[in-house]
C-alpha cells in the first residue's frame, strides 16, 4: 500500500480566482457608470435608484446578522427608525441633514450594543420576537417626543432650501456610497479572522466555542454591523422623503421586505441581497397597485423559498460555492 | 381605590393574555417551534366568527362550538403540511415559513374585510358588570374571560398529566428520540399540540373581539403580548404562563392609569426587566413539560 505523502510545498492557498477579479473589475465599472448615472438618468430615474439602494442596504444589513450570525431578526426596523429619528433630531439641533447621516449611522450601532445585550438572552424564534418587543418599545418612546413631532411625525425642513434636483442627487449619491461602503465592510469582514470565526459559529456553535471562538463577542460585532448597516439605510429614508413618521419607521414591513430579499437572493451569501433586492424592486414597482396582495404573493415567496430553494437563487446558481463573485472562501490546489 | 381598580381590571386582561399564550408555549416546549402566525390564526378565528354570524345569525358566543374545532383540525394540518416541513429545514427555516405565514394571513384578511376595525357584539354581556366596592366595577364578560382562562390552563395541565396523549406531549417535549424509540408517534404528536395550541388561541382571539376591536393585524401586538407572558412567567411551565399574563396585563392597566399612551410600553418594560434580571421567569420550572 502506498500512502501519498503530503509535503507543504505541494499545496498552494488561495482566494481569488480569475472570476472574482473580473467581478471586482465590473463591479467597479458598475459603480463608476452609477456615480454619473444622474446626469444621464433624470430625476425620478435617480430618486427611483436611491430607494433601491435603500432596501439594497437594508438587505445586505439582515443578512450580515441572519445570514452569518445566524440570528434573525424581526426588529431591525428599530434601528432604521432610529436612525431616521437620529438624523431628525440632529438636524433640529442644527446639525447639517447631510453631516448628520454618517452619525445617525454611529448612533444606531451604539444603540444596537445594549439592545444586544438583552437580545441575546433569547435564541431563535424566541430571539426574533424579543427584538421585535424592543423595536416596538423604540417606536412607543420616540412617539412621545413631542420635539420629534410625537405620533404624528415631523419633517426634515434642513434641506428644503435647497434646489430640488441637486439634493436628490446627493442623497442618491450618499445612497450608493453608503451601498458600496455596506458591500465593502461585509466583504472585509469576511475575508477577516473574524469573518472564519462567524461561519464557525452559525454552523456550529458549540464546536466553534471548543476551538477558541468567542461566540458571544463574534456575534455581537455582527449584530451591532448589520444594526448600523440599517441605520444607513434609516438616515436615507429621513433625508430622501424629507418627514419622518413612527408607524412608518418602525414599521415591521421593513422586516418583511428585508426577509423576502434575502431569502429570494441566497441568505448567508455576499450576491444574495444584490440579486434579492433588485428582484423585491422590480416585483415592488410592477405589483404596488395590487395593495395587499403583493404583500400575500412575498409572505408565499418566503415559504416556498425557504422549504423547497433553502439558498435561494444565488444557491441555484452555485451550488457548490465555486463561483462565489467575491474571494471570501480559501480554495486549496494540490500540486502534482 | 383606582389602583385597587387598575389592578382588578389588569388581573382580568393578563387571564386573556394567558389563553393567547399557552399555546404559544405547548407548541415551543413540544418541538422547539416559535409560531410567529399564533397571534394571526386567533384573529383568523375572530373572522371566521364574524362570518359564521353574518350568514347564520344569533348571539356569536355560539359560534366557539364551531370555530374551536375548525381551529383544531386546521392545526393539525398546518403542522403535517406546512410545519413538519419547516422543522426538516434546519433552525431559522420555522421562524421564516411562520412569518412568511402571517404577512399572508394579515394581508389576505385585509383584502378580504378592509383594514377597519370590526368587534363581536354579544349583547348585554358587553357592558353589564359586578360592583365589588365603591367605583370599583368589573365586566361580567371579563371575569367569565379569566374563569375561562383559568379552566384552559388547567384543563390543558391536567390533560399533559393525567391522558395519555399528554404524557405522549411530555415525552416528546423532553426527549423526542426517545420518545419516539418507546412508540410514540412523533408526527401525530406535534399535530396534536399545534391543533390544541390553535383551538386555544382561537378561543383567546373571539374573547379579545368580544371585548375590544380587532383588526386585520391585530395578530402581531397579540403575538408580541403572548410572548411577554411566556417569557415573564418563565418557560416550561403553564402555571408560569398563567402569572406571565396576569403580570403583563396588571402592567398595562396600572401603565394607562398613569400615562393613557404608556399602557403597552409599561408591560414591554416589565418584559425587559425581567429578561434582563431573570431570563429564566418569575416561576422557573424545571419539572414540566412544556420547557
Redesign the interface.
Given at each position: 500500500m502506498t500512502v501519498a505523502t503530503l509535503e507543504l510545498d505541494d499545496v498552494t492557498v488561495t482566494r481569488g480566482s480569475r472570476g472574482s477579479k473580473i467581478a471586482l473589475g465590473v463591479g467597479i465599472a458598475v459603480v463608476v457608470a452609477l456615480i454619473f448615472a444622474p446626469a444621464v438618468a433624470g430625476d425620478s430615474a435617480t430618486n427611483n435608484l436611491t430607494q433601491f439602494f435603500i432596501l439594497l442596504i437594508m438587505a445586505i444589513g439582515w443578512n450580515l446578522a441572519a445570514g452569518y450570525g445566524g440570528m434573525v431578526s424581526i426588529g431591525h426596523q428599530a434601528f432604521i427608525g432610529f436612525a431616521s429619528y437620529a438624523v431628525l433630531d440632529l438636524a433640529i439641533h442644527g446639525v447639517l441633514a447631510w453631516y448628520a447621516v454618517p452619525m445617525a449611522i454611529v448612533l444606531a450601532g451604539l444603540i444596537s450594543i445594549p439592545v444586544s445585550y438583552l437580545a441575546f438572552r433569547l435564541r431563535g424564534g424566541y430571539f426574533a420576537i424579543g427584538t421585535w418587543v424592543i423595536a416596538q418599545v423604540f417606536q412607543l418612546v420616540i412617539a412621545q417626543q413631542s420635539n420629534l413631532g410625537g405620533g404624528a411625525g415631523a419633517s426634515l425642513n434642513d434641506l428644503n432650501n435647497l434646489n430640488p434636483i441637486n439634493r436628490d442627487n446627493i442623497t442618491y449619491w450618499f445612497a450608493l456610497g453608503l451601498t458600496v461602503g455596506a458591500l465593502a465592510v461585509t466583504g472585509l469582514l469576511l475575508r477577516s479572522r473574524v469573518g472564519m470565526a462567524l461561519v464557525a459559529v452559525r454552523d456550529e456553535e458549540h464546536s466553534a466555542a471548543a476551538t477558541g471562538v468567542n461566540v458571544a463577542r463574534t456575534k455581537r460585532l455582527v449584530f451591532v454591523l448589520s444594526a448600523a448597516i440599517c441605520g444607513g439605510a434609516g438616515a436615507l429614508l429621513c433625508i430622501s422623503n424629507l418627514e419622518v413618521q413612527p408607524n412608518s419607521a418602525f414599521s415591521v414591513q421593513y422586516s418583511a421586505f428585508m426577509i423576502f430579499m434575502v431569502l429570494v437572493g441566497g441568505i448567508g451569501s455576499f450576491e444574495g441581497p444584490i440579486i434579492g433586492a433588485i428582484i423585491f424592486f422590480a416585483l415592488q414597482q410592477s405589483l404596488a397597485s395590487y395593495g395587499a396582495w403583493y404583500l400575500v404573493v412575498l409572505g408565499a415567496f418566503a415559504i416556498v423559498i425557504t422549504l423547497w430553494l433553502p439558498r435561494g437563487i444565488w444557491g441555484a446558481i452555485d451550488p457548490r460555492h465555486r463561483r462565489s463573485l467575491v474571494p471570501l472562501r480559501h480554495r486549496v490546489h494540490y500540486d502534482e | 381605590m383606582i389602583w385597587t381598580n387598575a389592578v382588578i381590571q389588569g388581573l382580568l386582561l393578563g387571564g386573556l393574555y394567558a389563553i393567547f399564550a399557552c399555546g404559544l408555549s405547548l407548541m415551543?416546549g413540544v418541538m422547539?417551534?416559535?409560531?410567529?402566525a399564533h397571534g394571526d390564526l386567533g384573529v383568523l378565528g375572530a373572522y371566521f366568527s364574524i362570518i359564521l354570524i353574518e350568514h347564520l345569525g344569533g348571539n356569536p358566543l355560539w359560534t366557539f362550538a364551531a370555530v374551536i374545532p375548525v381551529a383544531a383540525i386546521l392545526g393539525y394540518l398546518l403542522q403535517r403540511f406546512?410545519l413538519d416541513?419547516?422543522l426538516n429545514?434546519?433552525?431559522?427555516?420555522?421562524?421564516?415559513?411562520?412569518?412568511?405565514?402571517?404577512?399572508?394571513i394579515?394581508?389576505?384578511l385585509?383584502?378580504t374585510f378592509g383594514a377597519n376595525d370590526q368587534s363581536l357584539d354579544i349583547g348585554a354581556l358587553s357592558y353589564q358588570s359586578w360592583k365589588l366596592a365603591t367605583n370599583v366595577y368589573v365586566g361580567r364578560l371579563n371575569v367569565i374571560i379569566f374563569v375561562i382562562a383559568v379552566m384552559v390552563i388547567v384543563g390543558l395541565q391536567l390533560f399533559l398529566s393525567k391522558t395519555r396523549a399528554g404524557r405522549a406531549l411530555r415525552a416528546t417535549a423532553d426527549n423526542r428520540r426517545a420518545a419516539a424509540l418507546s412508540g410514540i408517534d412523533p408526527k401525530r404528536t406535534r399535530a396534536l399540540a399545534t391543533a390544541i395550541a390553535l383551538a386555544t388561541v382561537a378561543v383567546g382571539g373571539l374573547f379579545l373581539a368580544m371585548r375590544t376591536s380587532f383588526a386585520p393585524t391585530s395578530g402581531?401586538a397579540d403575538?408580541?403580548f403572548a410572548?411577554?407572558a411566556v417569557?415573564i412567567g418563565g418557560l416550561g411551565n403553564l402555571w408560569g404562563t398563567l402569572v406571565g399574563g396576569l403580570v403583563l396585563g396588571i402592567a398595562q392597566t396600572v401603565g394607562s392609569q398613569i400615562n393613557p399612551?404608556d399602557g403597552?410600553?409599561i408591560g414591554?418594560?416589565v418584559?425587559?426587566a425581567v429578561?434582563?434580571f431573570r431570563?429564566q421567569g418569575l416561576i422557573a420550572s424545571r419539572n414540566v413539560a412544556v420547557r
Open positions: - | 415551543f422547539r417551534l416559535v409560531n410567529l406546512l416541513h419547516a429545514g434546519g433552525e431559522l427555516s420555522p421562524i421564516l415559513v411562520t412569518f412568511g405565514l402571517s404577512i399572508i394579515e394581508n389576505l385585509q383584502q402581531s403575538l408580541l410572548f411577554e417569557i399612551a403597552i410600553l414591554d418594560l418584559f425587559l429578561l434582563a431570563p
